[in-house]
């Protein structure tokens, strides 16, 4: 089931519009009342450690590049509309870009990420494609909740199979979908905050790494 491109009923981030000039404002909290439905509840029962993994999301990679980008535009004392506009774009590049690190995360090259391949659902973590995956109310995810339920570490043939039911539940699609979703929403938003072309050209380049990392 998809619904508007996202798998299930996957809720958007949604981001606030709104800003002044000597404020960088929390994230809302749209994610984080998704991830207290009780669809996800019970996705996390038995082996949530009880993070927020939307909300982590915003509150953490997206917030720092949010407050970046604000503080730049501060510092070049931008008048508030363009403040707003360059901390939504560094907001929707923060979720992008972790969107694709949690891809990597379980997909990725060794070559290119460094990391072992499938080393976050070796142990387990709790990633977007994972949480996207259990919240989606299928025979494969419910497969990959009772792999996660486990204790002990996922050995090579059950990392692979729990990567394949992460695919099979729409995880690895949702996640894709909605990196490049972000990806387009900052470049939206940045076009907005009258940056010299020169800037633009920079930001906009940062953006389309953000979400082309080979996942």
């Given at each position: ?179 490049e979703r972000q990806r387009t929403a900052a470049v939206t938003r940045l076009a907005t ?23």
């Amino acid at each position: 089931m998809v619904a508007d491109g996202r798998p299930y009923g996957l809720p958007r981030p949604e981001l606030s519009s709104r800003s002044t000039a000597s404020t960088v404002r929390p994230p809302p909290s749209s994610w984080a009342s998704f991830a207290a439905s009780r669809r996800l509840r019970c996705a996390y029962r038995g082996w949530s450690t009880g993070t927020d993994r939307f909300g982590e999301a915003a509150g953490k990679t997206a917030s720092l590049l949010a407050a970046a980008c604000a503080l730049g535009a501060l510092a070049a004392r931008a008048e508030a509309e363009r403040v707003d506009a360059l901390r939504q774009f560094g907001r929707h590049l923060g979720l992008a870009f972790q969107l694709v690190d949690d891809l990597l995360g379980i997909w990725g090259d060794t070559a290119v990420t460094g990391k072992p391949v499938g080393s976050d659902l070796r142990s387990r973590k709790k990633s977007l494609p994972v949480v996207a995956a259990l919240a989606g109310g299928t025979s494969a995810g419910d497969r990959l909740a009772a792999l996660y339920h486990r204790t002990e570490p996922l050995g090579d043939g059950e990392i692979r199979t729990a990567a394949r039911l992460i695919e099979e539940a729409g995880g690895r699609r949702w996640a894709q979908e909605e990196a490049e979703r972000q990806r387009t929403a900052a470049v939206t938003r940045l076009a907005t905050a009258g940056v010299i072309p020169e800037g633009t050209r920079a930001l906009t380049a940062l953006a389309d790494l953000s979400t082309r990392r080979d996942v």
